[in-house]
T-cell receptor
Framework: DAGVIQSPRHEVTEMGQEVTLRCKPI?????LFWYRQTMMRGLELLIY????????DSGMPEDRFSAKMPNASFSTLKIQPSEPRDSAVYFC???????????FGPGTRLTVL | KQEVTQIPAALSVPEGENLVLNCSFT??????LQWFRQDPGKGLTSLLL?????REQTSGRLNASLDKSSGRSTLYIAASQPGDSATYLC????????????FGTGTRLQVFP
């Protein structure tokens, strides 16, 4: 299996622009997670889905952030409008069942100027 | 609120040494605990998962122990190698009714030849 796939790997944008991050989980995995990693706050869970349904979005920082999972093989994390403080590495992870090991993608490094 | 701390923040050792990484958590009511490895510019790789009912897990040169009552876990690496150089993170799952992981601050390990 190719593992969790994320795109783009790097994104540089200007403040105010819309940013869309993409994730393809491992085939057959029912759970999908979005994390954000910064030097100041470490690794934080933003939102996770079970069978395409959002379960816990309490980590989503504000209304500028939204996540969707239209089908079992694709998810997006959108930031609109983006701000410099959104600069971070965003990881997507998936797991087969509840409580199982989470497999992480390589991450998307976002820089907002 | 669950908080996870790792000590030390950084560690540099010569090849061949046995070493211990520490993880502490403030709320002992956890469902499980995982240790991850993160290489620079890459995602996380799961190393070991310990259920709350278990005391330890082993994989090759790695051994992780869990003491729920004291809110502590240790990762023991035997006969360290330069290839072990990475950042090690522990993460706790707070309860059976959530798949959220709360990550520690990480320990950056360097093993020199």
């Amino acid at each position: 299996d190719a593992g969790v796939i994320q795109s783009p790997r790097h994104e540089v944008t200007e403040m105010g622009q819309e940013v869309t991050l993409r994730c393809k989980p491992i085939s057959g995995h029912d759970y999908l997670f979005w994390y954000r990693q910064t030097m100041m706050r470490g690794l934080e869970l933003l939102i996770y889905f079970n069978n395409n349904v959002p379960i816990d979005d309490s980590g989503m920082p504000e209304d500028r952030f939204s996540a969707k999972m239209p089908n079992a093989s694709f998810s997006t994390l959108k930031i609109q409008p983006s701000e410099p403080r959104d600069s971070a590495v965003y990881f997507c992870a998936s797991s087969l069942n509840s409580g199982d090991t989470q497999y992480f993608g390589p991450g998307t490094r976002l820089t907002v100027l | 609120k669950q908080e996870v701390t790792q000590i030390p923040a950084a560690l540099s050792v010569p090849e061949g040494e046995n070493l211990v990484l520490n993880c502490s958590f403030t709320d002992s009511a956890i469902y499980n605990l995982q240790w991850f490895r993160q290489d620079p510019g890459k995602g996380l790789t799961s190393l070991l998962l310990i259920q709350s009912s278990q005391r330890e897990q082993t994989s090759g040169r790695l051994n992780a122990s869990l003491d729920k009552s004291s809110g502590r876990s240790t990762l023991y690496i035997a006969a360290s190698q330069p290839g072990d150089s990475a950042t090690y993170l522990c993460a706790v799952r707070p309860g059976y009714n959530t798949d959220k992981l709360i990550f520690g601050t990480g320990t950056r390990l360097q093993v020199f030849p």
